[in-house]
């Protein structure tokens, strides 16, 4: 069995929707199809979801949200209409405007409600189209099928691990299933959503319930490159790449699939296949958990910007025991993730990103390290970006960390921080935020020789 999940490039409109429809056709094996919520048609179009929380803004700050919900209409309508089904049109403006104009009593909650319509909605249309065609498709409901879910301490949904049993019944299923991703509900009832993007959890987590033989996820490229295509042209096409890398290189910016989208898989030791809906023959990229072969040394390069340091200093850290342990708590009780921490005798690096800590977290911070652990000194830059390199077949290879290094030096970027570890998969870099296009572009001109 196959998961198919179908992103917002491919189902734009209705001429898109027909190459999934063939898609899914071509193979009896893809019996679960997940949708995200019609994306753009061109560069300068918008986003259903981004339509949707324009509606639901209206709404919050005004009352009223018809102008905003027209223009969720006209685009179902007009996909609706090219379709030749008509009577779902209906049901999709009745959907929309009960959910727009239900009471609320939590406008984070009734955001969410509005922005997962989007899905929604288009799990009926594509369902109605298929069964149009001659071939039977049913809407799956998160609520009726169990995926729940819940808030985390940070307000990220996270799936309640029940939610798997209730969904392997899925694999019974006579029709073919049309799920809309991105988003599940609370034990009482309430649409919780993932952040954006999220149509990739769903998918890898009923890839995962059913126990799929592969996770297939559609987009609109042919491959996932080793270096950001806006960044470098031509850049080299990644065939096979583990779960490990694909995840170095999504914490560092790659954004082919949601960060939190291959857990569910990876336990699971499911491969997932990215492939282009608008060139369904090309290979695609395979996600793997042990790989066939290598292409290159380097498996593939990113950088992302907005992260922050904060170097604690105290004289003998060395010695003393506990001292990691408070500072720990510290950033705990505060909420914020710790993303690295290179550290030396007396002083260490934590490394978070920007939007965790405002200037008034800044401060709290600051004066806790100091009262609570006894730093002598905390310093705070803003100004980091982290770029990595990354590849499975680097371990126990000699010399890439020079040539790197070199390669930046030439380039006049100066090194702030250099973090390896025993894996050996990746090697991280911190440099300016301002150097970091650059030294993508540097790397990847002397790791892959072009
Ligand atoms: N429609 C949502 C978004 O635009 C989720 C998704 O497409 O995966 O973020």
């Known amino acids: 069995m196959k998961i198919a999940k179908f ?4 189902l734009a409109d209705a001429n898109q929707i027909k190459k ?8 009896s094996d893809r019996r679960i199809i997940v949708v995200s919520a019609p994306g753009k048609r061109n560069s300068d179009d918008i986003k259903v979801t981004d339509l949707l929380i324009a509606v639901a803004k209206a709404r919050l700050a ?14 179902f309508e007009s996909i609706a209409t090219d379709l030749e089904i008509p009577e779902i049109i209906a049901e999709i403006k009745d959907t929309l405007k009960t ?13 969410d409600s509005v922005k997962a319509m989007g899905e929604d909605c288009n799990a ?3 369902a109605k189209y298929f069964t149009s065609i001659g ?17 985390d301490a940070l307000g990220k949904a996270r799936i309640l691990g029940e939610s798997y049993d209730n969904l392997e019944e899925l694999k019974y299923e006579k029709s073919l299933c049309i799920f809309p991703g991105f988003y599940g509900y609370s034990k009482d009832g309430k649409i919780i959503t993932f952040s954006r993007g999220g149509s990739d959890i769903t998918g890898s987590i009923l890839a995962g319930a059913v126990n799929a033989d592969i996770y297939e996820n559609w987009t609109d490229v042919d491959n996932v490159y080793a270096v950001n295509p806006n960044l470098v042209k031509n850049p080299f096409p990644i065939t096979e790449i583990t779960y490990d890398e694909m995840r170095e290189l999504a914490y560092a910016g790659f954004s082919v699939l949601h960060e939190e989208a291959l857990y569910p898989v990876y336990v699971r030791g499911i491969p997932v296949n990215i492939k282009n809906t608008n060139n ?28 922050m340091t904060i170097t604690i200093t105290k004289y003998l850290m060395n010695h003393e025991t506990g001292f990691l342990s408070k500072l720990l708590q510290i950033f705990t009780e505060e909420g914020v993730c710790i993303e690295h921490m290179p550290s030396g005798i007396d002083s260490v690096t934590v490394i978070v990103r ?22 002598q000194l905390v310093t705070v830059e803003r100004n980091l970006a982290i770029v990595m390199i990354v590849g499975q077949a680097m371990a126990n290879s000699v010399g890439i960390m020079a040539r790197a290094a070199s390669a930046l030096s030439a380039a006049g970027i100066n090194l702030k921080i250099v973090n390896q570890g025993a894996s050996e998969i990746s090697m991280m870099f911190g440099v300016g935020a301002e150097y970091c296009d650059y030294a993508v572009r540097a790397l990847y001109k002397e790791l892959f020789k072009v």
């Open 62 to 75: 005004n009352g009223t949200c018809d102008e905003e919900l027209q223009k969720v209409y006209d685009r």
């Open 354 to 375: 920007n939007k965790y800590v405002n200037q008034e977290k800044e401060e709290i911070l600051i004066n806790r390290i100091k009262n609570e652990a006894g730093a």
């Open 20 to 27: 999934v429809c063939d898609i899914v056709l071509a193979d």
């Open 135 to 151: 071939h039977p498709a049913v809407y799956c409901n998160p609520k009726e099928k169990g995926l729940f879910l819940e808030h």
């Open 124 to 126: 009926r249309l594509v």
């Open 99 to 111: 959910t727009a104009y239900a009471d609320y009593d939590d406008e984070v909650m009734y955001l």
């Open 280 to 307: 369904p023959s090309a290979k695609g990229t395979k996600i793997v958990s042990k790989r066939s072969h290598y292409d290159s040394l380097i498996t593939g390069i990113a950088g992302e910007k907005n992260f």
């Open 7 to 10: 992103g917002g490039s491919s």
